[in-house]
């Protein structure tokens, strides 16, 4: 099992910034790829940026350029550096792991944009 713990998210202003953190625990020796998901209400939950443990990164299109996804391999943690926040990306933020094929989660943060 992957344990996978967010934080980091709150409310805040229209253009303000957030860095999310989500730390794993557990079995990561196998893990081949962490990233971060959303979900906004009444929507299905959706990519936003993944990286792979060759370091390839994958950004949702529409987030590329205030997005940034990072990684400490030391700590088992990965962030996400959001800049320009819009209220549209009002949503809980999912942290996934993902190891032989099975997709762990956290229990996600909520970050709310608005004035």
């Known amino acids: 099992q992957v344990q996978l713990v967010e934080s980091g998210g709150g409310l805040v202003q229209p253009g303000g910034s957030l860095r999310l953190t989500c730390t794993a625990s557990?079995?990561?020796?196998?893990?081949?790829?962490m990233g971060w998901y959303r979900q906004a209400p009444g929507k299905e939950r959706e990519l936003v940026a993944r990286?792979?443990?060759?370091?390839?990164?994958i950004y949702a299109d529409s987030l590329k350029g205030r997005f940034t996804i990072s990684v400490d391999n030391a700590e088992n943690t990965v962030y996400l550096q959001m800049n320009s926040l819009k209220p549209e990306d009002t949503a809980v933020y999912y942290c996934n792991a993902q190891r032989g094929g099975i997709n762990f989660w956290g229990k996600g943060t909520l970050v709310t944009v608005s004035s």
């Open positions: 557990g079995s990561i020796f196998r893990v081949n790829g």
């Open positions: 990286i792979n443990t060759d370091a390839r990164i």
